[in-house]
């Protein structure tokens, strides 16, 4: 059975640095996401991608966030300079229409 | 989209039918009922959707009352493998810019042998 894969599955860096979040879709997916949940919250959206661009995103999405679609298989979430709160584990999600289904997410420790 | 309200948590015996309660009572014509559900710290799991007539799947049933205004999940003969937290979502189905996923607490369900 297709499914959402995410890498790594834990990624530590320092306050400060650039982390580059990996996701494959599955693959006759048209459209990506990004949420992320900080431990003991909810689940919360980021940003939602299809046809190569933003289709919505949320307040925490600021500038120090972006996402790619550098080819046609990897979906990928940048924080270009990362913060104590960004702590969290982040899953990606994809879906043809209607239902989305999630990878096995990365949890990102910064320290 | 619609919020929706499920009870903290409830616990059921292994091999008996779970219940899940959920209240959407604002919930507009054209927004689906969706279930999903997230083992420990795993990636969330779709389980099974629906705008207004029943549905089941092999994993579950769902059952939407006839003004809408609240639905149950039914795991049909729980395992211990079913202990999650299940989240009921409503939203729109069709749009580009309607498709995110919005998250409340869910109900803590704990199936015992």
């Known amino acids: 059975e297709p499914e959402v894969t995410q890498t790594p599955s834990h990624q530590v860096t320092q306050m400060g640095q650039e982390v580059i979040l990996r996701c494959v879709p599955i693959?006759?997916?048209?459209?990506f996401y990004w949420y992320r949940q900080i431990l003991g919250q909810k689940v919360e959206f980021l940003v939602s991608?299809?046809?190569?661009?933003?289709?919505?995103k949320s307040e925490i999405f600021d500038d120090q966030f972006s996402v790619e679609r550098p080819d046609g298989s990897n979906f990928t979430l940048k924080i270009r300079s990362t913060k104590l709160e960004d702590s969290a584990m982040y899953f990606c999600?994809?879906?043809?229409?209607?239902?989305?289904?999630f990878g096995p997410g990365t949890r990102l420790t910064v320290t | 989209d619609a919020k929706t309200t499920q009870p903290t948590s409830m616990d059921c015996a292994e091999g008996r039918a779970a219940n899940l309660p959920c209240n959407h009572s604002?919930?507009?014509?054209?927004?689906?009922v969706y279930w999903y559900r997230q083992i420990h710290s795993q990636g969330p799991q779709y389980i099974i959707h629906?705008?207004?007539n029943n549905e089941t799947n092999e994993m579950a049933s769902l059952i939407i009352t006839e003004d809408r205004k609240s639905s149950t999940l039914i795991l049909p003969h729980a395992t211990l493998r079913d202990t999650a937290v299940y989240y009921c979502?409503?939203?729109?189905?069709?749009?580009?810019?309607?498709?995110?996923?919005?998250f409340g607490a869910g109900t803590t369900v704990t199936v015992r042998a």
């Open positions: 999600a994809s879906s043809e229409v209607g239902e989305q289904y």
């Open positions: 693959s006759n997916h048209l459209y």
């Open positions: 991608f299809y046809n190569n661009e933003i289709s919505e």
């Open positions: 604002t919930i507009s014509g054209n927004e689906y």
């Open positions: 629906g705008l207004k």
């Open positions: 979502i409503v939203r729109v189905a069709g749009g580009i810019n309607d498709y995110k996923l919005s």
